[in-house]
């Protein structure tokens, strides 16, 4: 009887410890945790209403940058795309699907050569993957809304969030604002 008490002890503060001590808490295990699977509509972008079409279709619509980017994952040559050195106020949105996904006001001169913001628009238009290609260990950001490839975020970003979501043009159109 005694030992079963101490053996329920030991289980309950060990889970306890566990609670206290996520083993991840960098600003990037943050965002990933934020973006659990959730089906609620955020900012009136229902992500359950998936934009699902054959690579026939994509093919069809997207340039073959596009294609290669956003379904096969490719990554464009950096300083080579259109918006990594573009200033303009507006919004920048999935050349796939239109989610809006990054505001120009979140973007920042990374002098990686391609786009980066510290925050999307909503973490929910945002899935993130694990990727481990390339022998690297990055994190892969793609479009929860159509899951085309987006690109990385890396955890060298400036404040508030220090994330550095570093995106491909090729992915995105970009949508000046009206003044
Ligand atoms: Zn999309």
Same mark, same amino acid.
């Given at each position: 009887m005694k030992i079963t008490i101490v053996f329920l002890l030991i289980i309950g503060l060990a889970s306890l410890w566990i609670k206290l001590n996520p083993d991840d808490s960098t600003a990037l295990a943050k965002v990933k945790n934020l973006s659990e699977p959730d089906s609620t509509n955020h900012n009136g972008v229902n992500m359950d209403n998936k934009v699902v079409k054959t690579d026939e279709e994509w093919k069809k619509e997207l340039t073959p940058e596009e294609y290669r980017i956003l379904r096969e994952k490719g990554t464009e040559r950096a300083f080579t795309g259109k918006y990594w050195d573009h200033h303009e106020i507006g919004t920048y949105i999935c050349?796939? =699907?239109? #989610?809006?996904?990054?505001?120009?006001? #979140?973007?920042?001169?990374?002098? =990686?050569g391609w786009p980066s913001y510290f925050e999307p628009i909503d973490s929910s238009r945002i899935i993130y993957n694990d990727d481990s290609s390339f022998g690297m260990k990055r994190t892969e950001v793609i479009c929860a809304k159509c899951d085309g490839h987006l690109g990385h975020v890396f955890d060298?970003? /400036? /404040? /508030? #969030?220090?994330?550095?979501? =570093?995106?491909?043009?090729?992915?995105m159109k970009f949508v000046k604002k009206e003044k």
């Open positions: 050349a796939a =699907c239109g #989610t809006e996904l990054f505001e120009s006001n #979140t973007k920042f001169d990374s002098g =990686c060298d970003g /400036p /404040p /508030p #969030t220090g994330l550095r979501y =570093c995106i491909n043009s090729g992915s």
